[in-house]
């Protein structure tokens, strides 16, 4: 099985829409001051938000999140759908113990946003919950020092490196509207892990590119689709370098995504200081997701979007014994209701 | 929402079966000379198995397992899913990388084969994917230097330590039976995060001994069933110590499942020298389900089993933080099929 050459992501058609009936973006201080910051539900003053550990504010960062998109549907969720960049997924998995909710960890890098809405939606499809809620985060300072390097070090960054987003967002999907216009998720694409063989810690974007492109044709090719059936084709964070990749690759197989494509990274830390490539970590796309698209959508800005949440499956330990960092990326249909 | 006490854990009764078409299951020399040894599909010869490090190794035992398993079904499958112990679950993550198949990436600690069987039962159920293909695993060498202390340094492991399996096992559920009596499930409970406060990496029977309580117990109250209802009532890697524990805390509850009860566990090194409370990790509960159980319920000895695999959340960063180890624990209703 090993040699045989797959057809690309497994493309899902939800025969039942699943609401997205709930949302919270929780944001660090810079992404709140930066040219989305209007649209995050809060902003928090510093990188503890009172805690004593930068661990234990990105928890905070995630149970307040989930518990804020609950509020916001008013609904009782069966399950909680997550993760997050941490080893052993802390943030997810210790929110789940303090909110009390049956709990599905999920890891998928930084391309957890799409996968829990991907898990979600078919719960939800199948007649196997009625709502779920759905969340992703990450935090500057527990992922320099997980992956790269503390920050107590001072260690300069490459030119191409992209800042974690400090951030947390969340989803709550159900079975029935809760209001007009309420944007619904169609069809999911579940990719496969793509792998470029970058090595290096700081060069996330050009992981991800290759397992987006792969994901995005073939969501494309699937449903017999074209790039102008969507108001915005959005990726996770592959920051400005990698979205350049993205698009020249896609040319390359003869798809033109540049009228469509936006990049989450790209857009959260656009023109500020030290913005280097933009944006990265899972909650980069989880809060853009939930704090700036979905309330356009609903506005009315976009229709239609599909959401490419993209992760690079970075191990410090495999890196180390010489192997190379891999990329995945899940896409959801995402489209206004009526 | 956080003081909100919960009913328990989320209940699914598939409407359509989903059959268990293909299994397999590999392990380390130790577990083949043990009491299971026998029904083991492949021993490996060392703790290499002819690869330059442990998480190699890791990654081989996952790969070739999940092959196995794709192998026997003889079947395409549209997802795996999967994960293990390492940090960002390598050893699913590049599995699924080698073997080209659209990825879903879990994290329940050694809960994760259960996990992977619920999410691949609602993408069968639902109708969203043909067949997928489960896996988990785990090695001895690889989690004690990332959870404990490095072999090499000959650290003394306490009465109540538990030995991680090496072994990898898989599964491939599918709409459509392969041939007759092939085990189906019926239905699942997807587990709570408890925490009793265990703070002690050496003693996770204890930390997961009452996740696994809540999950069989609101299993039981929300089907109407009683412990009688099934020929076994398996968790996975408790142990001894915690399987004791398990049995105890049902009993104080009202429910004595004691007749029942079986711990992969605590079944995988019974009587060898060095057994102290048992095996655990991912690979433990995977291999005891592919090699043992399933095979034993093809031959008819077990015709309705509740496979609950159960997991530690073992964060050694936010454990010296002074957080807890908490535990989780998902149930599947396993029936021998017509």
Same mark, same amino acid.
């Given at each position: 099985?090993?040699?045989?050459?797959?057809?690309?992501?497994?493309?899902?058609?939800?025969?039942? @829409?699943?609401?997205?009936?709930?949302?919270?973006?929780?944001?660090?201080?810079?992404?709140?001051?930066?040219?989305?910051?209007?649209?995050?539900?809060?902003?928090?003053?510093?990188?503890?938000?009172?805690?004593?550990?930068?661990?234990?504010?990105?928890?905070?960062?995630?149970?307040?999140?989930?518990?804020?998109?609950?509020?916001?549907?008013?609904?009782?969720?069966?399950?909680?759908?997550?993760?997050?960049?941490?080893?052993?997924?802390?943030?997810?998995?210790?929110?789940?113990?303090?909110?009390?909710?049956?709990?599905?960890?999920?890891?998928?890098?930084?391309?957890?946003?799409?996968?829990?809405?991907?898990?979600?939606?078919?719960?939800?499809?199948?007649?196997?919950?009625?709502?779920?809620?759905?969340?992703?985060?990450?935090?500057?300072?527990?992922?320099?020092?997980?992956?790269?390097?503390?920050?107590?070090?001072?260690?300069?960054?490459?030119?191409?490196?992209?800042?974690?987003?400090?951030?947390?967002?969340?989803?709550?999907?159900?079975?029935?509207?809760?209001?007009?216009?309420?944007?619904?998720?169609?069809?999911?694409?579940?990719?496969?892990?793509?792998?470029?063989?970058?090595?290096?810690?700081?060069?996330?974007?050009?992981?991800?590119?290759?397992?987006?492109?792969?994901?995005?044709?073939?969501?494309?090719?699937?449903?017999?689709?074209?790039?102008?059936?969507?108001?915005?084709?959005?990726?996770?964070?592959?920051?400005?370098?990698?979205?350049?990749?993205?698009?020249?690759?896609?040319?390359?197989?003869?798809?033109?995504?540049?009228?469509?494509?936006?990049?989450?990274?790209?857009?959260?830390?656009?023109?500020?200081?030290?913005?280097?490539?933009?944006?990265?970590?899972?909650?980069?796309?989880?809060?853009?997701?939930?704090?700036?698209?979905?309330?356009?959508?609903?506005?009315?800005?976009?229709?239609?979007?599909?959401?490419?949440?993209?992760?690079?499956?970075?191990?410090?330990?495999?890196?180390?014994?010489?192997?190379?960092? @891999?990329?995945?990326?899940?896409?959801?249909?995402?489209?206004?209701?009526?």
């Amino acid at each position: 099985m090993t040699d045989k050459e797959r057809d690309g992501g497994h493309t899902i058609r939800f025969k039942k @829409p699943i609401y997205i009936s709930g949302k919270a973006s929780i944001v660090g201080r810079n992404e709140g001051e930066g040219p989305l910051g209007g649209f995050f539900d809060q902003v928090i003053g510093d990188a503890t938000w009172g805690e004593s550990s930068f661990e234990k504010c990105e928890k905070k960062l995630f149970r307040e999140a989930a518990a804020m998109a609950v509020s916001s549907a008013g609904v009782e969720p069966d399950i909680l759908l997550g993760g997050d960049l941490l080893n052993q997924i802390v943030s997810a998995g210790y929110s789940a113990r303090d909110l009390g909710l049956p709990f599905l960890g999920l890891y998928g890098a930084c391309s957890t946003m799409s996968e829990s809405m991907i898990v979600g939606s078919m719960a939800i499809s199948g007649g196997f919950a009625k709502s779920v809620v759905c969340a992703a985060s990450s935090h500057y300072a527990t992922s320099e020092r997980q992956f790269r390097f503390p920050l107590e070090l001072g260690t300069p960054k490459s030119p191409h490196a992209q800042n974690t987003v400090i951030g947390a967002g969340s989803v709550v999907l159900s079975a029935e509207p809760r209001m007009e216009n309420e944007p619904v998720i169609t069809a999911a694409t579940i990719g496969r892990v793509s792998d470029p063989g970058v090595s290096e810690a700081d060069n996330m974007g050009a992981a991800m590119a290759p397992a987006a492109v792969d994901t995005v044709i073939s969501h494309l090719e699937n449903m017999g689709e074209s790039p102008e059936d969507y108001d915005a084709i959005i990726t996770g964070d592959l920051g400005t370098l990698g979205s350049e990749l993205f698009v020249d690759m896609c040319k390359k197989l003869g798809v033109d995504v540049s009228r469509v494509h936006m990049d989450c990274g790209s857009m959260i830390f656009k023109g500020m200081k030290d913005e280097y490539c933009g944006g990265s970590g899972c909650g980069c796309s989880a809060v853009t997701l939930a704090g700036y698209f979905l309330k356009e959508m609903l506005m009315g800005k976009y229709k239609k979007v599909l959401f490419t949440a993209t992760g690079a499956l970075l191990s410090p330990t495999v890196v180390q014994q010489g192997e190379s960092i @891999p990329g995945i990326a899940h896409a959801v249909v995402i489209e206004r209701g009526k």
